[in-house]
C-alpha cells in the first residue's frame, strides 16, 4: 500500500531536518575556517609588531589601549590609516 498522509509528511520533516542540519554543519565549518585564519592573522600581526598574541587580542576588544608608537606600527604593517583601525 501507499504512504499516507503522515507518514509523507513525516517523511518530508526528516528530509528538511537533515537538509537544515547539513547547512548548519556547513555554516559551523566556515566560521572554524574564519576563526583559524583570523587566529593566523592575529599571531603575524603580533610577530611582526613585536607584541604578544595577547595583546593583539585585547586592542582588538578594547581591552587594552596600545600606545601611539604601536597604533603607528600596526597601521603601518596592515597599510590602513591609523583612523581605519584606531577611533
Given at each position: 500500500?501507499?504512504?499516507?498522509?503522515?507518514?509523507?509528511?513525516?517523511?518530508h520533516?526528516?528530509?528538511?531536518?537533515?537538509?537544515?542540519?547539513?547547512?548548519?554543519?556547513?555554516?559551523?565549518?566556515?566560521?572554524?575556517?574564519?576563526?583559524?585564519?583570523?587566529?593566523?592573522?592575529?599571531?603575524?600581526?603580533?610577530?611582526?609588531?613585536?607584541?604578544?598574541?595577547?595583546?593583539?587580542?585585547?586592542?582588538?576588544?578594547?581591552?587594552?589601549?596600545?600606545?601611539?608608537?604601536?597604533?603607528?606600527?600596526?597601521?603601518?604593517?596592515?597599510?590602513?590609516?591609523?583612523?581605519?583601525?584606531?577611533?
Amino acid at each position: 500500500p501507499g504512504e499516507t498522509k503522515l507518514e509523507s509528511d513525516r517523511r518530508h520533516i526528516r528530509e528538511r531536518i537533515a537538509r537544515l542540519q547539513q547547512e548548519l554543519d556547513e555554516a559551523n565549518a566556515q566560521l572554524l575556517t574564519r576563526e583559524q585564519t583570523l587566529a593566523l592573522l592575529q599571531a603575524q600581526l603580533a610577530e611582526k609588531a613585536g607584541v604578544s598574541e595577547s595583546a593583539i587580542q585585547m586592542y582588538e576588544i578594547g581591552q587594552r589601549v596600545p600606545r601611539d608608537a604601536m597604533k603607528v606600527r600596526i597601521a603601518e604593517i596592515l597599510k590602513k590609516p591609523i583612523q581605519d583601525l584606531f577611533f
